[in-house]
């Protein structure tokens, strides 16, 4: 299911505030068959997985992290 994210916004969880500029939350994605967490950038709409001394960029086939 996907979830229009401005609604939900006030459940995601932080995980970075950078000087009030930028907010850094949650996401996680398949990297080699595994599921790595790392951080999604709202303004690029993009999850950013570091792995193996490369950074993968997910469009899509991502999840974020809420609080309920």
Same mark, same amino acid.
């Given at each position: 299911?996907?979830?229009?994210? =401005?609604?939900? !916004? !006030?459940?995601? =969880?932080?995980?970075?505030? /950078? /000087? %009030?500029? /930028?907010?850094?939350? @949650? *996401?996680?994605? $398949?990297?080699? %068959? &595994?599921?790595? #967490? &790392?951080? +999604?950038? #709202? #303004? /690029? $709409?993009? *999850? +950013?997985? #570091?792995? %193996? %001394? !490369? &950074?993968?960029?997910? $469009?899509?086939? @991502? !999840?974020?992290? @809420?609080?309920?």
């Amino acid at each position: 299911m996907v979830l229009p994210l =401005l609604e939900y !916004q !006030q459940m995601l =969880l932080v995980a970075l505030k /950078n /000087n %009030g500029k /930028n907010t850094l939350y @949650f *996401c996680r994605a $398949k990297v080699d %068959g &595994e599921y790595t #967490p &790392e951080k +999604y950038y #709202p #303004p /690029n $709409k993009t *999850c +950013y997985i #570091p792995w %193996g %001394g !490369q &950074e993968y960029i997910y $469009k899509s086939n @991502f !999840q974020i992290l @809420f609080a309920n």
